[in-house]
């Protein structure tokens, strides 16, 4: 049984930083990509960054240069560094394995985390 574990949310004052981590579990034979997604109350839920297994990132626009992602391919582990919090970052955050495969022999699917909440507020 495939899981993933989010860790690291909270309340955290307007300019400052906080760690999202995420550790995936279970048998794993390989994973696409790993990334973070978000979902603020009324809204659609969006891309935060991705990081490749073949080492690319993307990050959206609104995150670019105080957004970082990294990943452990050997852990499979996906961490997100965020610093200079804005109060528009609020929102629940949901790691992503993108097509994780369980054997060599299956097509891979994506798994989703419960998510993890970030509040920015003063």
């Known amino acids: 049984q495939v899981g993933l574990a989010e860790s690291g949310g909270g309340l955290v004052q307007p300019g400052g930083s906080l760690s999202l981590s995420c550790a995936a579990s279970?048998?794993?034979?390989?994973?696409?990509?790993m990334g973070w997604y978000r979902q603020a109350p009324g809204k659609e839920r969006e891309l935060v960054a991705i990081?490749?297994?073949?080492?690319?990132?993307n990050y959206a626009d609104s995150v670019k240069g105080r957004f970082t992602i990294s990943r452990d391919n050997a852990k499979n582990t996906v961490t997100l560094q965020m610093n200079s919090l804005k109060p528009e970052d609020t929102a629940v955050y949901y790691c992503?394995?993108?097509?994780?495969?369980?054997?060599?022999?299956?097509?891979?699917?994506?798994?989703w985390g419960k998510g993890t909440l970030v509040t920015v507020s003063s």
């Open positions: 279970g048998r794993i034979f390989s994973i696409n990509a």
């Open positions: 992503n394995a993108k097509r994780l495969k369980t054997t060599i022999l299956n097509t891979g699917r994506d798994y």
């Open positions: 990081f490749t297994s073949g080492g690319s990132t």
